[in-house]
């Protein structure tokens, strides 16, 4: 972990210094390729055949979310602004790639237990999003987020760290909501040929 953490922290000083999209581009690439491998750890049996369903389902979902997000709530300037586009397209896409992971888990499982693919399908989504939603339920009467508690210690008014902290929970949701979604319609021809041979 340090030594993961100090290489990124200087790379992602060089990245900050950058004023060129292509960079960046390259670098949101190389975030859902890793995520889509990583989502996929829980069946390695067909990590290869799923994988491009899980890139399009994370690109999608967490694109969609991550431009929402960055050309219309925040309006960065210029639009591919590192210091702020990095690490949102971090917590999207990770938190996309933790709903694909349950969803394909939930849905394997499923499978295997002869559950019609419709069935099946709707419990891996609703499984998937049980920490999403609980998180949503519990974010200030339990616990205090990251990005809120260090805006408040950094000296900003809680108040304008609670309006970011609703647009991340908003954004961690519609990501991972939309990513498995796509994700679970894209792999039905696959898991509907398996329950048929």
């Known amino acids: 972990m340090l030594v993961q953490l100090l290489i990124i922290g200087y790379f992602l000083a060089y990245i900050f210094g950058s004023d060129h999209a292509l960079p960046i581009l390259l670098i949101l690439i190389v975030m859902i390729s890793a995520s889509s491998w990583i989502a996929l750890g829980t069946i390695k049996n067909k990590r290869f055949v799923l994988y491009r369903y899980a890139f399009l389902s994370i690109a999608s979902g967490g694109g969609l979310t991550l431009a929402l997000i960055t050309q219309a709530v925040l309006v960065l300037q210029p639009w591919y602004l590192p210091q702020l586009l990095i690490p949102l397209a971090g917590m999207i896409f990770a938190n996309s790639m933790n709903s694909i992971s349950l969803a394909i888990e939930r849905l394997n499982a499923e499978m295997e ?15 998937c999003l049980i920490p999403v ?5 519990a974010v200030g009467l339990v616990a205090l987020p990251g990005m809120m508690t260090g805006q408040i210690l950094s000296g900003i008014s809680p108040l304008i760290a609670i309006r970011y902290q609703i647009m991340v929970m908003c954004m961690i949701f519609g990501s991972a909501g939309i990513s498995a ?4 319609v894209l792999v039905k021809p696959i898991f509907d040929s398996e329950q048929d041979s």
């Open 113 to 127: 237990r002869d559950v019609a693919y419709e069935t099946a399908r709707n419990i891996a989504l609703q499984a």
């Open 133 to 137: 939603i609980n998180s949503l339920f």
């Open 181 to 184: 979604a796509c994700f679970l």
